[in-house]
């Protein structure tokens, strides 16, 4: 960037917060919002669906629109962002990559469970080969022991990661626990440390904060805490307090307050607040996209949302695992019915 920061945010409510409206992103609100975080200063953007590229899906939602039309809207609108994608392995394929990158996306983020990393070499390999920075996203990241995180850290390194982020998909770490993990990850790694939190347990501005005293220099945010479960870091709060503590992002304060009242509060269907089913999925270590599917899962077969995030959280079920819910619900319906 031409102008010096000590944190460089990634702004996610145009792919994690597609979780929270349902996919039903527009063009013109994905230019509307990209054109006023690009004034914002914002460096980066990511733009897809929830799940990532070819997340459009029976399983995990169908996009109002596609995400390549919303990927293409958004390098055309951005002139100093770069305009970031989201890959799940198994979800996402090759061909994906090599269509975003096609239209001018700036940055590939590779994401798999915490404990398999191994099934990225090919994706973070092809997106070095068409000269994209490349991110390694190791999700789930409460689920395993700080030594172990970084043995999966140091392979998505090997494979040409610039960048390695602890993600707390779940908003199930405290503190300490995020101290630990991003300390272990600088002290281990050559190549940057990102941290992306959810805020299910209230936690997220606290944990990014701790990431940021431990040496991430990438963070994620998301305007309007719009993202899935109850949110991500809060981008203009985040913001705010960065600059009160003296740390540059370059990112205009006003100017993200501006388009979270504006822009992106308009949009939202409901405001982003821990409610009962998203303090669960922080409390039962659960996956912050089943937020939904759960609650759509509970309605049909009459049994509480909680009961079925718990018993997810339970067998470690993780993303990619969305059928499991209905399967759940089936099961707490019959147990309920024997009962």
């Known amino acids: 960037m031409a102008d010096e920061r000590d944190v460089l945010i990634t702004e996610v409510a145009l792919r994690d917060g597609s ?84 239209l001018g996306a700036k940055m590939a983020r590779v994401a798999t469970h915490v404990t398999e990393a191994d099934v990225a070499q090919q994706h973070i390999a092809l997106s ?8 390694g996203f190791l999700m789930m990241s409460h689920m395993a022991p700080a030594e172990e995180l970084v043995e999966q850290a140091k392979l998505m390194e090997s494979y040409g990661a610039d960048t390695v982020y602890v993600v707390d998909s779940a908003g199930a770490m405290l503190p300490h626990e995020v101290r630990e993990k991003i300390r272990a990850m600088k002290d281990s790694l050559s190549v940057n440390v990102g941290f992306h939190a959810h805020n299910n347990l209230s936690l997220a501005m606290a944990n990014t904060l701790v990431a940021i005293e431990e040496g991430a220099t990438r963070i994620d945010g998301s305007i309007r805490c719009l993202g899935a479960g109850a949110g991500n870091t809060q981008t203009e709060v985040l913001v705010a307090v960065l600059d009160k503590l003296n740390i540059k992002t370059g990112i205009d304060v006003f100017k993200t307050m501006d388009v979270a009242e504006e822009l992106v509060a308009p949009i939202l269907e409901k405001p982003q607040e821990i409610t009962k089913d998203s303090l669960v ?12 599917h759960a609650q759509k899962a509970a309605q049909k077969f009459g049994v509480d949302s909680r009961s ?29 019915v024997e009962v």
């Open 19 to 102: 979780h929270a409206i349902r996919h039903q992103y527009t063009v013109e609100q994905v230019t509307n919002i990209v054109t006023a975080l690009d004034e914002a200063n914002v460096p980066y953007i990511e733009v897809a669906h929830g799940d990532g590229l070819g997340g459009s899906s029976i399983q995990y939602g169908f996009s109002l629109t596609d995400e390549l039309k919303l990927i293409e809207a958004a390098v055309s609108t951005a002139k100093q962002a770069k305009i970031s994608v989201l890959l799940l392995p198994g979800i996402g394929t090759m061909p994906d990559l090599k269509e975003a990158a096609n």
């Open 128 to 135: 070095k080969e068409l000269g994209l920075e490349t991110v």
């Open 281 to 292: 999925l922080g409390y039962a270590g659960v996956y912050s996209s089943f937020l939904l």
């Open 308 to 336: 079925i995030l718990v018993e997810l959280g339970k067998r470690k079920v993780v993303g990619g695992q969305e059928d499991m819910i209905v399967d759940v619900a089936a099961e707490l319906s019959k147990s309920n």
